[in-house]
């Protein structure tokens, strides 16, 4: 069968000589109009990317390689005496377009912990931060530390033939997915252990071994980083984080530099920022409440009080679902299942029942159903991980695993430079006074 590198290579040249053949005949075909509104607004609706690794529904949620959140769980290996998937299984997937073996996942779980090393600066760059800083601005400085390890910045430098460029960012891929644990769980240890940090245990799967070096050796809190990892992978291209990630990457930035780009994107509170905003909203509504299980009524008149403010309601709302994230039910399912009687998790159950009638009230809201974030921490909070700024950097080692997937296969795919066309305000209204034909009317 040959080693990872060959069997993506294989899919790879098959894929390629597809897409040229199917350019070749098809590629003039119209895919649909834009209105002058979609420019304006976030170019919502606007199909302009291809992302081999996961499809978003707006109505069923995310399908990974056509595989919903349950069909993983079901089909994808797990952890000895486990019942969530391993993450490696899901990048397997997404990488190959097929179903891993047992064996396929411990194949990358060895690879990945022998590519683990991180080289002593890269902590000395966190180091180098106030430890007041956010774990995210850690985290990218981290990433941005490693990128000294880049073997596509050195191949390029040495005049690499284009047609070579996805192996060294498949190298790249691989090292940094494999580094990125420490790195979090060093973030995590130094801001809220005291700098009391814990090596890693190579006889761990992935995530696993990211729950221990974070300090949780809870089996469950291991099944959930499993979970964990796994949903919050991908979410088809368009999504900040990974169209960064892919536009940073067109112009042939090495994966690190293109990894960093996307998880700033992924820093910002309307993205995966969100899962901190959730639980730093439902801790100031008990604050204020002074009430740990606050009632239906109360969580009501604390949205309504949120909305009159002019903020927006953490967790709740998309720009492409209509309908409850799937990621959402899956962290909820867990809940039932580990911690049915928790306090906070609970309480992100009466929220959910109360929010999306209100958000509907408002007319304007286009999903008022929740997403990944309204659920994420406070499973992390009944595990003792308390500290809500650290929550989306487990999005993003998690995001990694999609982003940088997709990354291989452009590369592979040989995508060009990404540059769409911007217009003037000035210039639109020419247009719209016949002055001007930039569109063709
Ligand atoms: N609370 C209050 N107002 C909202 C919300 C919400 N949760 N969601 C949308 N709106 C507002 C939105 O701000 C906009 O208002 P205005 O016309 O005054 O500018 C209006 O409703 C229409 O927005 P939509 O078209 O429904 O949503 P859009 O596609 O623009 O934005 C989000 C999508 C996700 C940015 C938006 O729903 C939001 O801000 N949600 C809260 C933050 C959040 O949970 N983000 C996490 C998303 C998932 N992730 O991990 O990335
Ligand atoms: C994501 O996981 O990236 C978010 O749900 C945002 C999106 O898909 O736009």
Same mark, same amino acid.
């Given at each position: 069968?040959?080693?990872?590198?060959?069997?993506?290579?294989?899919?790879?040249?098959?894929?390629?000589?597809?897409?040229?053949?199917?350019?070749?005949?098809?590629?003039?075909?119209?895919?649909?109009?834009?209105?002058?509104?979609?420019?304006?607004?976030?170019?919502?609706?606007?199909?302009?990317?291809?992302?081999?690794?996961?499809?978003?529904?707006?109505?069923?949620?995310?399908?990974?390689?056509?595989?919903?959140?349950?069909?993983?769980?079901?089909?994808?290996?797990?952890?000895?005496?486990?019942?969530?998937?391993?993450?490696?299984?899901?990048?397997?997937?997404?990488?190959?377009?097929?179903?891993? %073996? #047992?064996?396929?996942? *411990?194949?990358?779980? @060895?690879?990945?912990?022998?590519?683990?090393?991180?080289?002593?600066? =890269? !902590? +000395?760059?966190?180091?180098?931060?106030?430890?007041?800083?956010?774990?995210?601005?850690?985290?990218?400085?981290?990433?941005?530390?490693?990128? %000294? #390890?880049?073997?596509? *910045?050195?191949?390029? @430098?040495?005049?690499?033939?284009?047609?070579?460029?996805?192996?060294? =960012? !498949? +190298?790249?891929?691989?090292?940094?997915?494999?580094?990125?644990?420490?790195?979090?769980?060093?973030?995590?240890?130094?801001?809220?252990?005291?700098?009391?940090?814990?090596?890693?245990?190579?006889?761990?799967?992935?995530?696993?071994?990211?729950?221990?070096?974070?300090?949780?050796? +809870?089996?469950?809190?291991?099944?959930?980083?499993?979970?964990?990892?796994?949903?919050?992978?991908?979410?088809?291209?368009?999504?900040?984080?990974?169209?960064?990630?892919?536009?940073?990457?067109?112009?042939?930035?090495?994966?690190?530099?293109?990894?960093?780009?996307?998880?700033?994107?992924?820093?910002?509170?309307?993205?995966?920022?969100?899962?901190?905003?959730?639980?730093?909203?439902?801790?100031?509504?008990?604050?204020?409440?002074?009430?740990?299980?606050?009632?239906?009524?109360?969580?009501?008149?604390?949205?309504?009080?949120?909305?009159?403010?002019?903020?927006?309601?953490?967790?709740?709302?998309?720009?492409?679902?209509?309908?409850?994230?799937?990621?959402?039910?899956?962290?909820?399912?867990?809940?039932?299942?580990?911690?049915?009687?928790?306090?906070?998790?609970?309480?992100?159950?009466?929220?959910?029942?109360?929010?999306?009638?209100?958000?509907?009230?408002?007319?304007?809201?286009?999903?008022?159903?929740?997403?990944?974030?309204?659920?994420?921490?406070?499973?992390?909070?009944?595990?003792?991980?308390?500290?809500?700024?650290?929550?989306?950097?487990?999005?993003?080692?998690?995001?990694?695993?999609?982003?940088?997937?997709?990354?291989?296969?452009?590369?592979?795919?040989?995508?060009?430079?990404?540059?769409?066309?911007?217009?003037?305000?000035?210039?639109?209204?020419?247009?719209?006074?016949?002055?001007?034909?930039?569109?063709?009317?």
């Amino acid at each position: 069968m040959g080693t990872l590198k060959d069997r993506f290579k294989a899919k790879a040249d098959t894929a390629a000589v597809e897409i040229k053949d199917l350019l070749k005949e098809h590629g003039t075909k119209v895919i649909g109009e834009v209105q002058l509104s979609q420019v304006y607004q976030g170019m919502r609706g606007i199909t302009g990317l291809v992302s081999e690794t996961s499809l978003l529904d707006s109505q069923e949620g995310i399908r990974f390689r056509g595989y919903s959140i349950p069909e993983l769980q079901e089909k994808l290996p797990k952890a000895k005496n486990g019942s969530e998937p391993l993450p490696e299984g899901l990048f397997y997937l997404m990488l190959i377009g097929e179903l891993p %073996t #047992e064996a396929d996942v *411990a194949d990358l779980s @060895a690879m990945w912990q022998r590519r683990s090393h991180v080289p002593n600066h =890269v !902590f +000395d760059a966190i180091d180098a931060l106030p430890v007041t800083a956010h774990p995210m601005t850690m985290f990218v400085s981290a990433i941005m530390a490693l990128q %000294t #390890e880049s073997n596509f *910045a050195k191949r390029y @430098a040495e005049g690499i033939n284009k047609k070579d460029y996805w192996e060294p =960012v !498949f +190298d790249d891929a691989m090292d940094l997915i494999a580094r990125l644990p420490r790195v979090a769980a060093y973030i995590y240890r130094r801001k809220y252990k005291n700098n009391q940090h814990i090596q890693p245990n190579g006889l761990l799967d992935w995530a696993g071994n990211l729950a221990h070096m974070l300090g949780f050796e +809870d089996e469950s809190f291991k099944e959930l980083m499993r979970l964990y990892m796994t949903i919050h992978a991908d979410h088809e291209g368009g999504n900040v984080s990974a169209h960064t990630t892919h536009l940073v990457g067109s112009a042939l930035s090495d994966p690190y530099l293109s990894l960093a780009a996307g998880m700033n994107g992924l820093a910002g509170p309307l993205h995966g920022l969100a899962n901190q905003e959730v639980v730093k909203w439902i801790f100031e509504m008990r604050e204020q409440l002074k009430n740990e299980s606050p009632s239906r009524e109360e969580i009501g008149e604390y949205v309504k009080q949120t909305l009159n403010s002019g903020k927006v309601v953490p967790g709740y709302g998309h720009a492409v679902l209509r309908k409850t994230d799937p990621r959402f039910t899956a962290q909820m399912e867990f809940g039932k299942k580990h911690m049915p009687n928790d306090p906070l998790v609970q309480t992100v159950w009466n929220i959910y029942e109360e929010v999306p009638p209100i958000l509907q009230s408002l007319g304007k809201i286009k999903n008022p159903w929740p997403n990944v974030d309204a659920h994420s921490g406070a499973l992390l909070v009944h595990y003792g991980m308390v500290e809500y700024e650290f929550y989306t950097v487990l999005f993003g080692v998690s995001r990694a695993l999609g982003v940088l997937a997709s990354l291989i296969w452009d590369r592979a795919l040989a995508f060009p430079l990404e540059r769409p066309k911007s217009v003037t305000t000035e210039l639109v209204k020419k247009w719209l006074k016949g002055e001007d034909n930039i569109w063709g009317e």
